[in-house]
T-cell receptor, first 114, second 117 residues
Framework: DAGITQSPRHKVTETGTPVTLRCHQT?????MYWYRQDPGHGLRLIHY???????DKGEVSDGYSVSRSKTEDFLLTLESATSSQTSVYFC?????????????FGPGTRLTVL | AQKVTQAQTEISVVEKEDVTLDCVYE???????LFWYKQPPSGELVFLIR??????QNEISGRYSWNFQKSTSSFNFTITASQVVDSAVYFC??????????????FGKGTLLTVNP
């Protein structure tokens, strides 16, 4: 268990509304990621963070912004939600422990934009 | 650009059959990492394995085994004596060597495995 939680777990919102998803981890992992999962696309990287206030874009970053003001929280914001952003959003962390290097995922947030 | 292809969209087998899930990748990096994840119907993503590009040893973990072949850019996953609980979507993923343990994953589209009793 990598101690990753996501909130909310489900959200329904309307087009044009701002939405913020939260990823919280309890084990001081440096690297955090946001992915979205859509049918027929697998998972795609939106943004990632390599430390407090250090973030970078992924493959599908348009329409999304992120912030990381403290190690444990990585926020994903949709400034003005669109129906194309209806998806399941997964947060992930990379963990190194001894010889292990793994990437673990949170439980996901299902977002519906009407 | 990196790319992962899982050509099998859906596979259906009968319990106790062996099944192989194919994964072919493209990358220009000489150092990279390959992953497999399982997503059961409950929706969570379960880490199965990570492989370095410089370690071509095959790996076995219980009923699971992985065959990594750099010559064909493939990282195939075999389940021996499949069980109903193996029914899930399986994702293959590729990461470059951005540094340290920063894994920015490129995923395949997944293979839905259904194991029938």
């Amino acid at each position: 268990d990598a101690g990753i939680t996501q909130s909310p777990r489900h959200k329904v919102t309307e087009t044009g509304t701002p939405v913020t998803l939260r990823c919280h981890q309890t084990e001081n992992h440096r690297y955090m990621y946001w992915y979205r999962q859509d049918p027929g696309h697998g998972l795609r990287l939106i943004h990632y963070s390599y430390g407090v206030k250090d973030t970078d874009k992924g493959e599908v970053s348009d329409g999304y912004s992120v912030s990381r003001s403290k190690t444990e929280d990585f926020l994903l914001t949709l400034e003005s939600a669109t129906s194309s952003q209806t998806s399941v959003y997964f947060c992930a962390i990379s963990m190194t422990s001894g010889s292990y290097n793994e990437q673990f995922f949170g439980p996901g947030t299902r977002l519906t934009v009407l | 650009a990196q790319k992962v292809t899982q050509a099998q969209t859906e596979i259906s087998v009968v319990e106790k059959e062996d099944v192989t899930l194919d994964c072919v990748y493209e990358t220009r990096d000489t150092t990279y990492y390959l992953f497999w994840y399982k997503q059961p119907p409950s929706g969570e993503l379960v880490f199965l394995i990570r492989r370095n590009s410089f370690d071509e040893q095959n790996e076995i973990s219980g009923r699971y085994s992985w065959n990594f072949q750099k010559s064909t850019s493939s990282f195939n996953f075999t389940i021996t004596a499949s069980q109903v609980v193996d029914s899930a979507v399986y994702f293959c993923a590729l990461s470059d060597s951005s540094g340290g343990s920063n894994y920015k994953l490129t995923f395949g589209k997944g293979t839905l495995l259904t194991v029938n009793p």
